[in-house]
């Protein structure tokens, strides 16, 4: 079945550095592609998505660029603040018309001031 | 517009008890999916449901657990005679009809089994 892999945690960074979490997937069709993330004792909120290859989905700073070649979907960002310390998931959603979302083991990161 | 509603929070039950957990979708959202979290890990499907049925429940195990969407009140998702490996965090999500829309989560009911 569908699945999606994460680069390991925990990750600890000191403010303003660059940040890259890794995400790949696996998937018989053609997924739509899902950043969220987790604040402390909160839900999941959206963060970006992609539908289709080459799209580039961007949100607070944040992006990724879903890569069909190598079945990637990595999330950037070029100056991470403390405020940006959550659990970041990535996720697939199966091709048109499925709904379930499959989710990332998650990534937890840390900003140090 | 309020968003996905949960409760409770926070939900602790002895080995054995039942545990039900609501989930209000957001309103004109007539889709609604519960997927589970277990400590370090991330979220996996358990089932989801329209209004009074049930489309996929291929995450649900096969014993204890049940979900509900009725036409009218919230989802319920019930867990009979709980055992420890049922505390989690569950999370409830819904979305408006239509294909390739966006499900937005609630905050979770965190359930503890002791």
């Known amino acids: 079945g569908d699945s999606v892999t994460q680069m390991e945690g925990p990750v600890t960074l000191s403010e303003e550095a660059f940040l890259t979490i890794n995400c790949t997937y696996t998937?018989?069709?053609?997924?739509?592609l899902f950043w969220y993330v987790q604040y402390p004792g909160e839900g999941l909120q959206l963060l970006l998505k992609?539908?289709?290859?080459?799209d580039k989905g961007s949100n607070k700073g944040f992006e990724a660029t879903y890569r069909k070649e190598t079945t990637s979907f990595h999330l950037e960002k070029g100056s991470v603040q403390v405020s940006d310390s959550a659990v970041y998931f990535c996720?697939?959603?199966?091709?048109?018309?499925?709904?379930?979302?499959?989710f990332g083991q998650g990534t937890r990161l840390t900003i140090n001031p | 517009n309020a968003g996905v509603m949960q409760n409770p929070r926070h939900l602790v039950r002895r080995r054995g008890q039942e545990a039900r957990l609501r989930c209000s979708p957001m309103?004109?959202?007539?889709?609604v999916y519960w997927y589970r979290q277990l400590p370090e890990e991330g979220l996996k499907f358990m089932v989801y449901?329209?209004?009074?049925?049930?489309?996929?429940e291929s995450g649900m195990p096969k014993e204890r657990f049940s979900a509900e969407f009725p036409k009218e009140g919230p989802s319920i998702l019930r867990i009979q005679q709980v055992v420890r490996g049922d505390s989690a965090a569950y999370f409830c999500?819904?979305?408006?009809?239509?294909?390739?829309?966006?499900?937005?989560f609630g905050q979770g009911t965190r359930l503890t089994v002791v």
């Open positions: 999500a819904s979305s408006p009809p239509g294909v390739s829309t966006e499900a937005f």
């Open positions: 998937a018989t069709g053609y997924p739509s």
């Open positions: 992609a539908t289709k290859a080459d």
């Open positions: 996720a697939l959603r199966e091709g048109q018309g499925a709904q379930k979302l499959v």
């Open positions: 309103k004109g959202h007539s889709h």
């Open positions: 449901l329209q209004k009074e049925n049930i489309i996929d």
